[in-house]
Nanobody, 119 residues
Framework: QVQLVESGGGLVQPGGSLRLSCVASERTVSTYTMGWFRQALGKERDVVAT????????YYADSVKGRFTISRDNAKNTVYLQMNNLKPEDTAVYYCAARPLYRSDYTYWGQGTQVTVSS
């Protein structure tokens, strides 16, 4: 059973930056597509960014393009989300998720980390 643990959330002022990290318990995730999702209070969970196993392909939601960057270090079983120029509407719980090669859905999820953007 793969476990994912996020960290790096917190309170930041508008225009500020945060870097989220997600560490996986098993090296097998180096072959998985990884994603960051977020869920604001009272809203559905939405995809923020995804990255393929070799970082060859990335995807970003329109709302974060040019501000967020997803990356991974397979040697450390870790995926990152660098968030710059944060806006109040970025406030949400951010989740890391892993999608095995043989699956069409994200099978493994972290517990989430809160990001609050407020002055």
């Amino acid at each position: 059973q793969v476990q994912l643990v996020e960290s790096g959330g917190g309170l930041v002022q508008p225009g500020g930056s945060l870097r989220l990290s997600c560490v996986a318990s098993e090296r097998t995730v180096s072959t998985y597509t990884m994603g960051w999702f977020r869920q604001a209070l009272g809203k559905e969970r939405d995809v923020v960014a995804t990255i393929t196993w070799n970082a060859g392909n990335t995807y970003y939601a329109d709302s974060v393009k040019g501000r967020f960057t997803i990356s991974r270090d397979n040697a450390k079983n870790t995926v990152y989300l660098q968030m710059n120029n944060l806006k109040p509407e970025d406030t949400a719980v951010y989740y890391c998720a892993a999608r095995p090669l043989y699956r069409s859905d994200y099978t493994y999820w972290g517990q989430g980390t809160q990001v609050t953007v407020s002055s």
